[in-house]
């Protein structure tokens, strides 16, 4: 089936910094991503929808400034916490559609990164 | 507001002790709900994709239904590997892949 790998797993960084996570498409081709945010014990959220080629769209009350996306190529998208603060800390979930590994309508989830803000 | 409601919020079952997963929801429009594993500390893992009231769908001791109001993840004979959080999401008619996620069952199956 297909696969979605994202990079890193976990990372840890003071506040102020910038953190950038990779979510890449293996041996397909996604020309839409979506980003997720999970809180401990919560369900996943959707931040943004990640176009190929285009600018990503946002969820209501997600900021784009602080959260940079970008879909750079077919098979990588990157998400891009900026400033970050201990509040920015989670799990950090990516998904892609295949529709020829897959079946169509099924996305395909990344293992998460896992973001701590100290 | 589209709104996707999961019971209960944990689960413990005995191995070999059957039982259901709920999932409740309001809609303006549904493509379709899917059924999720996701194990601690991992990105969800797809399990079923149901459409249309009435489908049913099976794997291993996994048994997805739907109505045109709820859908149910039965588990049959659990197995303690089958531990983990079970999420539903709900695909909208915005002819887009933006699934709205349940706040998930965590299912402990012990030995």
């Not at chain 1, 696969?3 to 890449?24: F, L, M, N, Y």
């Not at chain 1, 293996?26 to 979506?34: K, N, S, Y």
């Not at chain 1, 201990?86 to 799990?91: K, L, Q, T, V, Y």
């Not at chain 2, 797809?46 to 099976?58: C, V």
Request: proline fraction near 4%; charged fraction near 20%.
């Amino acid at each position: 089936g297909a696969v979605v790998s994202q990079h890193p797993s976990r990372v840890i960084c003071k506040s102020g910094t910038s953190v950038k996570i990779e979510c890449r498409s293996l041996d397909f081709q996604a020309t839409t991503m979506f980003w997720y945010r999970q809180f401990p014990k919560q369900s996943l959220m959707l931040m943004a929808t990640s176009n190929e080629g285009s600018k990503a769209t946002y969820e209501q009350g997600v900021e784009k400034d602080k959260f940079l996306i970008n879909h750079a190529s077919l098979t990588l998208s990157t998400l891009t916490v900026t400033s970050a603060h201990p509040e920015d800390s989670s799990f950090y979930i990516c998904s892609a559609e295949d529709r020829v590994k897959s079946g169509a309508n099924v996305l395909t989830f990344g293992a998460g990164s896992r973001l701590t803000v100290l | 507001e589209d709104q996707v409601t999961q019971s209960p919020e944990a689960l413990r079952l005995q191995e070999g002790e059957s039982s259901s997963l709920n999932c409740s929801y309001t809609v303006s429009g549904l493509r379709g709900l899917f059924w999720y594993r996701q194990d601690p500390g991992k990105g969800p893992e797809f399990l079923f994709t149901l459409y249309s009231a009435g489908e049913e769908k099976e794997k291993e001791r996994l048994k997805a239904t739907l109505t045109k109001k709820e859908s149910f993840l039965h588990i049959t004979a659990p197995k303690p590997e089958d531990s983990a959080t079970y999420l539903c999401a709900v695909q909208l008619n915005t002819g887009f892949q933006k699934l709205v996620f349940g706040t998930g069952t965590r299912l402990l199956v012990s030995p």
